[in-house]
Structure formats: C-alpha cells, structure tokens
C-alpha cells in the first residue's frame, strides 16, 4: 500500500531558529496537506497543496509539493515556542495517508 | 458546532467489553475517515467512506473492528470484545467533495481498555 516516510523523527530547535521537515512516497498523491498536532487535540491543517511544483506559504509557514509528486517539505521560519507539537504530512489519493510524523521541541 | 465531533472524548472499559465511538462530521462533507494514533506514534488508518461508495476498509486490524456510516452523515466505530492493545487515540475526519478539498479532524476519543 501507499507509505510516507517523514523526516526527521523529531527536532529540538532553539527559538529563532529554522525549522525544515520533508515526506516522501514511492506513489503519487494529487493533494499534500500538512497537519500540527498539540496534545490532546486533533491534528489540525496548516497547508494544503494541489499541484505538482506549487510553493504555498502562510505566515512563517511554508511548503511544497514536490515536482514528482512524490514528496513536500515544510519549513517554519524563526520559531517561537508554540510552534511545539508534532507536525504530519498527508498524502491525498483517495483515502489520506500520513507520515509517522516529527516531533518539535523549541527551547526559549 | 462547524467542527468534526467525536464522542464520547474518554472511554474507559473493561477487556473483553464491546465499543461504540461516534463521529458527526461536518455537515455537507462527503468522506469520512477513521484513524487510530496509539501514544506517541502516527495515524493509523481504519477506514474510510465516500459517499454511497462502498467503505475501504483495508486499515481494519482485525474483525473485532466495523465502521458504520448512516445516511452518510453519522459514523460508528464498534470494537468487539476489546483488548488492551485497542487502548489509544481514535480519530475522525471528514472532508467534502473533490481532490482539491481538505480533510478535517475531530478531538479524537481516548479508549482505555483496562
């Protein structure tokens, strides 16, 4: 079946810093989404993403969807503490396939 | 409520009872997903509708687990004769019609099997 892997695992990043995290699949997907989970919540949407080389950005978030249509990165630029939580790729082809997620630590 | 809601948020049950988890997604959305999220680890998909569709349930574990979708609205997720290792995060999302949609997610439902 369809797999993401994601990477890195997970990330322990000092305010002010940049942050880049990136999926990649053997399939390809027509949509890209990328998900923020905080504890005890539901994952919820940052970015989407419909075509195959679009560069969407919304706020200090930024993404991608690979040219192959095979892979995206995400980067956040000058993190703050609440940035922490883990961050999930998403792939559409009819159903949604996610990466394993990564983990983000910020330290004041 | 706009959002995915899921209930009950906690449920707490003994090995060997059966489950019933709920999920109201937003109204007018057409798919509907199933996942489960074990502690620190990802999504786990389960299933999934598509309006009249017949459901993908090639992410069940195993035939203790069924999904119910009614009027194409409401969905069920029934665990027979749970296990320990059913304990985790359930989580529903719906998205609407289209490729160009997003899906949205609900709180999820914490089932503890003890």
């Known amino acids: 079946g369809q797999q993401l892997n994601q990477s890195p695992q997970s990330m322990f990043i000092q305010e002010g810093e940049d942050v880049s995290m990136n999926c990649t699949s053997s399939s390809i997907f027509n949509t890209w989404l990328w998900y923020k989970q905080e504890p005890g919540e539901g994952p919820v949407l940052l970015i989407a993403l419909y075509k195959a080389g679009e560069l969407t950005s919304n706020g200090r978030l930024t993404a991608q969807f690979g040219i192959t249509r095979k892979d995206s990165f995400l980067n956040i630029s000058a993190s703050i503490p609440s940035d922490v939580g883990i961050y999930f790729c998403?792939?559409?082809?009819?159903?949604?396939?996610f990466g394993q997620g990564t983990i983000l630590t910020v330290h004041p | 409520g706009a959002g995915v809601s899921q209930s009950p948020s906690n449920k707490v049950t003994e090995k060997g009872k059966d489950v019933e988890l709920r999920c109201d997604p937003i109204?007018?959305?057409?798919?509907l997903y199933w996942y489960r999220q074990s502690l620190g680890q990802g999504l786990e998909f389960l299933i999934y509708f598509q309006g009249n569709s017949a459901p993908d349930k090639s992410g069940l574990p195993s035939d203790r687990f069924s999904a119910e979708r009614t009027g194409g609205s409401v969905s069920t997720l029934t665990i027979q004769r749970t296990q320990q290792e059913d304990s985790a995060v359930y989580l529903c999302?719906?998205?609407?019609?289209?490729?160009?949609?997003?899906?949205?997610f609900g709180q999820g439902t914490r089932l503890t099997v003890v």
């Open positions: 109204s007018g959305h057409t798919a």
């Open positions: 998403a792939g559409h082809q009819g159903k949604l396939t």
């Open positions: 999302a719906s998205r609407p019609r289209g490729y160009d949609t997003e899906a949205f």
